[in-house]
């Protein structure tokens, strides 16, 4: 997604965090205009029966998408409960492989989104801690809508138009969730059913709550997402993804606030 942007192949794309805050710390042409969701249970650790707490995972294979904001938490959880991450094996699967994985008894725990983990649910497993639990003690994940700066800038009413879309499809979801749910699940392939388990654990923010000094702020007023952005750069850096992060003004400057 960062390369097409890059390469001018799209103009709009979405992201995570910490791949969005890795393409921003590369300096790549693109800016922040919308966080399409806030993460919060649709994910989670997911562990086998025997795993009772986080520190049960030392000695355990436990599976997650490098890179990504799953292992951005699992990380920042093992930091929290001080637990090397020397003392467990982390291994580097996609959702789908997680699931063949988990399977197979190859993995004892994951951390991944749905609707892969309904799938491990059903297989017995257990979600030990979510995104939400994780976002209550300051470590927030997101999946954001990214622009190229230079196509904002020629086109902002295009962007102000595609955000007022996204605006009414939050606020439909928030008025008629039956029906936003039926066809969200046609264009995911998936039943109603997997398709509400999936997006009622999510945060959605219309944009007027996206303004809040919380989320993205004002342009006068950055918000607290730069800070969150910085947070998932330092990550980069320490994964050895990128040699190194910008300052926090960067990220504040990566915020296309003026659009919301």
Not at 105 to 130: C, E, H, M, R
Not at 207 to 214: D, G, L
Not at 215 to 244: C, H, M, W
Request: hydrophobic content about 45%; aromatic content about 8%; glycine content about 6%.
């Amino acid at each position: 997604m960062s390369t097409a942007i890059a390469a001018k192949g799209i103009d709009f794309g979405a992201l995570g965090t910490v791949p969005a805050s890795v393409g921003i710390a590369s300096g790549l042409p693109y800016q922040v205009y919308f966080i399409l969701d806030v993460i919060g249970a649709a994910e989670a650790l997911i562990v086998k029966k025997d795993i009772k707490s986080i520190a049960d995972l030392k000695g355990k294979k436990v599976a997650t998408p490098f890179g990504s904001t799953a292992h951005f938490s699992l990380e920042f959880l093992l930091e929290l409960e001080n637990i090397p991450e020397k003392e467990l094996k982390i291994l580097d699967l996609q959702p789908p492989d997680i699931v063949a994985a988990w399977q197979r008894g190859d993995i004892d725990a994951s951390y991944v989104w749905q609707p892969n983990l309904s799938k491990l649910q059903k297989d017995g497993g257990t979600v030990l801690i979510s995104s939400a639990d994780l976002a209550k003690k300051g470590i927030v994940t997101a999946d954001l809508g990214v622009v190229r700066t230079e196509f904002a800038g020629q086109y902002p009413d295009v962007v102000k138009r595609y955000i007022a879309v996204l605006d009414e499809a939050v606020k439909t979801y928030r008025s008629d969730p039956e029906n936003a749910i039926k066809a969200l699940a046609k264009e995911l392939n998936i039943t109603p059913e997997e398709t509400a388990a999936a997006v009622k654990e999510l945060i959605w923010l219309d944009s007027s709550e996206q303004q809040s000094p919380k989320y993205l702020g004002t342009t006068d007023n950055p918000g607290d997402f730069a800070r969150i952005l910085k947070e998932s750069a330092d990550f980069a850096v320490n994964q050895k993804k990128i040699t190194s992060a910008p300052d926090l003004a960067t990220f504040q400057k990566s915020l296309l606030t003026k659009a919301l």
